[in-house]
């Protein structure tokens, strides 16, 4: 027999909060410290770029809107790409080199020393996003990964982690984007502040 809908609301909505509850304990400090890199690198003037697939693909651009368009104030707008949206770059690397370079080949041409790349990956496992990742440790940017409890290959090849004390994947993609927004709304009033 199906759950009712309330049943099904009911379980979303606590686990979400439970979960949202563990999040705030346990990765304030993590979130402090991205804010401060990603403060710092917009206002040398570097870019931050995001990547990951699926669900987290949409919270690559939607991230990267936030900084380029605005996320509450009217302000500059802030250097950033979503490497998940060009669909021509995407799907000739593929074809011709395997989608588990599609964002590495990106972060080679496009990444400069000083950038910031976000890999999103709930599973922490991702090749393609692992793998880019791997190439921007080679070229003098600083590597965000955001995943869940199990960080796994993602954080060996990051210096910064934000992960989400969960392993459901909706869960986790929640706090992706209550942490993406906080992030965005901290370095938007920074932004705003030092035009003031």
């Not at 509850?21 to 931050?48: H, P, S, Y």
């Not at 950033?80 to 590495?104: K, M």
């Amino acid at each position: 027999m199906n759950q009712s809908f309330e049943t099904c609301l009911t379980a979303a909505l606590d686990e979400h909060e439970r979960v949202v509850q563990d999040f705030r304990q346990q990765c304030t400090g993590q979130l402090e410290q991205l804010a401060q890199v990603w403060r710092d690198a917009l206002a040398k003037g570097n870019k931050i770029c995001f990547f990951g697939n699926g669900g987290s693909a949409a919270d690559a651009q939607h991230l990267a809107a936030e900084l380029v368009v605005r996320f509450v104030k009217n302000r500059q707008g802030l250097p950033s790409i979503a490497f998940t949206t060009d669909s021509s770059i995407l799907t000739a690397c593929a074809n011709d080199f395997g989608y588990e370079e599609v964002f590495a080949r990106q972060v080679e041409a496009l990444c400069v020393p000083g950038d910031v790349v976000v890999g999103i990956s709930t599973s922490g496992t991702s090749a393609n996003v692992v793998r880019a990742l791997a190439q921007a440790g080679g070229q003098g940017v600083t590597r965000i990964a955001f995943t869940g409890a199990d960080a796994a290959l993602c954080g060996e090849h990051s210096e910064y982690q934000l992960t989400v004390p969960s392993s459901v994947t909706a869960r986790i993609q929640e706090c992706h984007i209550i942490a993406g927004h906080v992030l965005c709304g901290w370095v938007e009033d920074a932004a705003a502040a030092s035009v003031e």
